[in-house]
């Protein structure tokens, strides 16, 4: 899965080793140029690549006009089924989800439409104790049950609790996504509890009246989104380049939230 897609993505992932056949989702968060314009040479590389199976991009109804006649113009000959989800920015949405995993847009406030995104597992089943189905001769077709935390009933009708045939699950996981906003104190009820927020920075606090005329976030708000959201950690981005690091970025969010690093092409955070 990919959420956004600027230029520079396709060279992005050959540097990382990802490999372009295993990308099946694109989560877009609004359609300014930094956000989707690598998005059409990419789906052409993937057709080039004979990727198969399917790609759903998941856009506004503007932007799967867009890159449909993109892609209908330049890569008429696709090896893979280009389909696309549309999202309504104005409300908050399940997005897409299988049997582990759900994907949530919700609105953000930007100089034009954007969502973020909220991916979160579901309830893992419980580990079941092989050591006591032998025991109890529990059949094939209940273990499945079992480790969603049913009880067990033996043929003579005796009761086995949940607890003496499994161990606890592992912990579901989450990551939040906060494209261009500015400011918006009611994301933090929305990602409560989010193991990792990513949430835009683009200045620092010299700048706060020209963030909020931009529609943009500073670090510290940033910060104070992840602490209202009792979140685990904080991954700021989207600096502006009118500063030449980001260790102001840094130190005004870290007096607020601790647990705040700074997003760096290439890095990778285990969730678990």
Known sequence: MMVDCGEGAQLSMRRMGLK?????????????GDHCLGLPGLLST????????????????EGAELLGRMMDFFCREKTYNLEFNIIDPQVRQVAWENDSLVVEAFPLRHRVPCVGYLFREKPKPRHLRGDMAK?????????????????????????VPNERLTTPADRSVSYAYCSDTMYMPGIA?????????????????????????????????AARIARAAD????LL????????????????????????????????????
């Open 20 to 32: 372009f056949s295993r990308l099946n989702h694109v989560f877009l968060s609004h359609l300014h």
């Open 46 to 61: 993937l057709a080039l690549q004979q990727k198969g199976g399917t790609v759903t991009v998941h856009t506004f109804a």
């Open 135 to 159: 025991f109890h001769n529990i059949p094939v077709s209940r273990l499945k049950d079992i480790k969603d935390g049913a009880d067990f009933v033996t043929p003579e009708g005796v009761v």
């Open 189 to 221: 009820e929305v990602v409560k509890g989010v193991d990792l927020l990513y949430h835009e920075a683009t200045y620092a606090d010299d700048s706060a009246a020209k963030a909020r005329e931009r529609f943009h976030s500073t670090a510290s708000e």
């Open 231 to 234: 979140a685990g950690r904080l």
């Open 237 to 272: 981005g989207h600096f502006s380049k009118a500063y030449n690091d980001e260790k102001r970025h840094l130190a005004e969010a870290r007096a607020v939230f601790p647990a705040t690093d700074a997003a760096n092409e290439g890095m990778v955070i285990r969730l678990d």
